[in-house]
């Protein structure tokens, strides 16, 4: 079982790969052997993730990337393929939290709207349309795509972050529908509130705390990163469209912050 754990010798794409979630997975990944592409449009925190992975032995490469330009996400593709010489695992972490400020409806300007969309779901389209043709020729490859507890429910004013996320979950069962036949597999990892720099800005309409947790506690980062070796491993083979959640309960069980409480006490 451990040696299906392995990824030595595999070829990861990571987007969204230097700092929180993405950082986390990063960090796991190198240690079960991984040799990775890590792409951000920032390259100060690509560039400390790679080093980290280069520290334990692994080939790691920073490629700048801003995977709304689909041009660039195919120079990026190209490159793992120059280096790496193959891409066996794509990860598609890459999302907007940062700029989800809260809005109602009727203040959401198309470019909002066109931003939100291109940066949660039409980045992962774009790389994923990628590396598919790769993957399907060697005739092996898995796409993992990492969306939210929110893309499986509503938000308070956050629109593009769960309508993107919600498309990401509906992307991985048409990639795996799709390519399953050619030895391709894809499945969704869908964290729940994990707090990071990012996320500070959704802070109002996120919990503070575990109380409405089941687990009792909020997520860390480095949760993600045993999920994330074992889809990008062979251990993982046979799943295939499936949604991995990670959250401590709180879409089984949990109550969702609704950021409002009633102006009257409710009667039994």
Same mark, same amino acid.
């Given at each position: 079982?451990?040696?299906?754990?392995?990824?030595?010798?595999?070829?990861?794409?990571?987007?969204?790969?230097?700092?929180?979630?993405?950082?986390?997975?990063?960090?796991?990944?190198? &240690?079960?052997?991984?040799?990775?592409?890590?792409?951000?449009?920032?390259?100060?925190?690509?560039?400390?993730?790679?080093?980290?992975? &280069?520290?334990?032995?692994?080939?790691?490469?920073?490629?700048?990337?801003?995977?709304?330009?689909?041009?660039?996400?195919?120079?990026?593709?190209?490159?793992?393929?120059?280096?790496?010489?193959?891409?066996?695992?794509?990860?598609?972490?890459?999302?907007?939290?940062?700029?989800?400020?809260?809005?109602?409806?009727?203040?959401?300007?198309?470019?909002?709207?066109?931003?939100?969309?291109?940066?949660?779901?039409?980045?992962?389209?774009?790389?994923?349309?990628?590396?598919?043709?790769?993957?399907?020729?060697?005739?092996?490859?898995?796409?993992?795509?990492?969306?939210?507890?929110?893309?499986?429910?509503?938000? &308070?004013?956050?629109?593009? =972050?769960?309508?993107?996320?919600?498309?990401?979950?509906?992307?991985?069962?048409?990639?795996?529908?799709?390519?399953?036949? =050619?030895?391709?597999?894809?499945?969704?990892?869908?964290?729940?509130?994990?707090?990071?720099?990012?996320?500070?800005?959704?802070?109002?309409?996120?919990?503070?705390?575990?109380?409405?947790?089941?687990?009792?506690?909020?997520?860390?980062?480095?949760?993600?990163?045993?999920?994330?070796?074992?889809?990008?491993?062979?251990?993982?083979?046979?799943?295939?469209?499936?949604?991995?959640?990670?959250?401590?309960?709180?879409?089984?069980?949990?109550?969702?912050?609704?950021?409002?409480?009633?102006?009257?006490?409710?009667?039994?």
């Amino acid at each position: 079982m451990l040696e299906a754990l392995s990824l030595d010798g595999r070829a990861v794409i990571i987007t969204g790969g230097g700092t929180g979630l993405g950082r986390a997975m990063v960090r796991a990944l190198s &240690r079960a052997g991984a040799d990775l592409v890590i792409a951000a449009r920032r390259v100060g925190p690509i560039e400390e993730a790679a080093e980290e992975a &280069r520290a334990l032995g692994r080939k790691a490469i920073a490629v700048a990337t801003d995977v709304t330009d689909s041009s660039e996400v195919d120079r990026m593709v190209a490159t793992t393929l120059d280096e790496l010489g193959k891409v066996d695992v794509l990860i598609n972490n890459a999302g907007m939290t940062q700029q989800n400020v809260r809005k109602p409806i009727w203040e959401i300007s198309d470019d909002d709207w066109r931003v939100g969309m291109d940066t949660n779901l039409s980045s992962a389209f774009y790389c994923s349309r990628a590396v598919s043709k790769h993957m399907v020729d060697r005739g092996s490859g898995k796409i993992i795509n990492v969306a939210s507890g929110f893309g499986l429910r509503g938000g &308070r004013d956050i629109w593009m =972050y769960c309508c993107g996320k919600g498309g990401m979950v509906q992307l991985t069962r048409v990639l795996a529908f799709n390519l399953a036949r =050619y030895g391709v597999t894809a499945n969704t990892i869908i964290p729940g509130f994990i707090p990071t720099v990012g996320t500070d800005d959704m802070r109002e309409s996120l919990p503070r705390g575990g109380a409405n947790i089941p687990i009792g506690k909020l997520g860390k980062p480095e949760d993600m990163g045993p999920i994330a070796v074992f889809l990008s491993s062979t251990a993982s083979d046979y799943m295939n469209g499936e949604m991995f959640t990670l959250d401590g309960g709180g879409l089984a069980a949990g109550m969702a912050p609704a950021g409002y409480e009633p102006l009257v006490p409710m009667e039994a």
